[in-house]
């Protein structure tokens, strides 16, 4: 598995991820759950290995089954999205509470989607708040920008545009384009802020720059109207 590592990341070897999927199978066959995971994840995104997001959710069950916390969190995903294995809401909740259970903010997140749309249990927007805010502490961006959305429009939370600006801002400083276009939106337009049109076009700039459609759009739009910008 580490050999595989050093193949992945192109360190003390020259960078090769066909045979970083040898080394990490190798060990995945042989039980080592953090290979599963890892052999489960060139797999998923085609790295090294033909892109098959059945076998990708085979691996992730492997490691999952022993306990490895962001395999859960992978399957969990599998599951909710129905990737390479059949749809299945409650079985996504599952897995998602056995990786929380173990402190992973990428499955507080999405188990908060989860109970912000009803998805496998009960909405219930307060709950969605509780492990919303629990992934943002952990620092992970996608918890910040959406318990941040939570404060702007007041959803399982008193509304606090103030506080959905900070927390939009830990999320976009982290390169989170979501959330830097949506923090470029609030010094547009005075949303926990006051009005800056100038940091307002920075923020839509490293936004649009990293393909964000919205971003792109009202960068355009302040560029056509000299808002920030020439």
């Given at each position: 598995n580490s050999l595989g590592y050093c193949y992945k990341n192109g360190e003390g070897v020259e960078k090769n991820s066909a045979k970083?999927?040898?080394?990490?199978?190798?060990?995945?066959?042989?039980?080592?759950?953090?290979?599963q995971y890892n052999l489960g994840l060139c797999y998923e995104y085609g790295d090294g290995v033909t892109k098959d997001l059945g076998r990708?959710?085979?691996?992730?069950?492997?490691?999952?089954?022993?306990?490895?916390?962001?395999?859960?969190?992978?399957?969990?995903?599998?599951?909710d999205?129905?990737?390479?294995?059949?749809?299945?809401?409650?079985?996504?909740?599952?897995?998602?509470?056995?990786?929380?259970?173990?402190?992973?903010?990428?499955?507080q997140c999405d188990l908060g989607n989860c109970?912000?749309?009803?998805?496998?249990?009960e909405k219930n927007l307060e709950k969605a708040v509780e492990w919303y805010r629990k992934?943002?502490?952990?620092?992970?961006?996608?918890?910040?920008?959406?318990?941040?959305?939570?404060?702007?429009?007041g959803e399982g939370v008193p509304q606090d545009k103030e506080k959905a600006l900070q927390w939009y801002k830990k999320a976009a400083e982290q390169g989170n384009a979501t959330a830097q276009c949506s923090l470029g939106y609030c010094?547009?337009?005075?949303?926990?802020?006051?009005?800056?049109?100038?940091?307002?076009?920075?923020?839509?700039?490293k936004s649009a720059e990293q393909g964000n459609c919205r971003a792109q759009c009202n960068l355009g739009y302040c560029y056509a109207n000299g808002k920030g910008v020439e």
């Open positions: 970083a999927v040898e080394w990490y199978r190798k060990s995945a066959e042989n039980g080592n759950a953090s290979a990708a959710a085979e691996w992730y069950r492997k490691s999952a089954e022993q306990g490895y916390a962001v395999a859960q969190y992978k399957l969990g995903r599998c599951y999205y129905g990737d390479g294995i059949e749809h299945d809401c409650q079985k996504a909740v599952e897995w998602y509470r056995k990786s929380v259970e173990q402190g992973c903010a990428m499955a109970y912000k749309h009803g998805r496998g249990v992934s943002a502490e952990q620092g992970y961006d996608r918890g910040q920008f959406a318990l941040a959305g939570c404060y702007e429009y010094y547009e337009n005075g949303i926990g802020v006051e009005k800056d049109v100038i940091k307002a076009t920075e923020w839509y700039q």
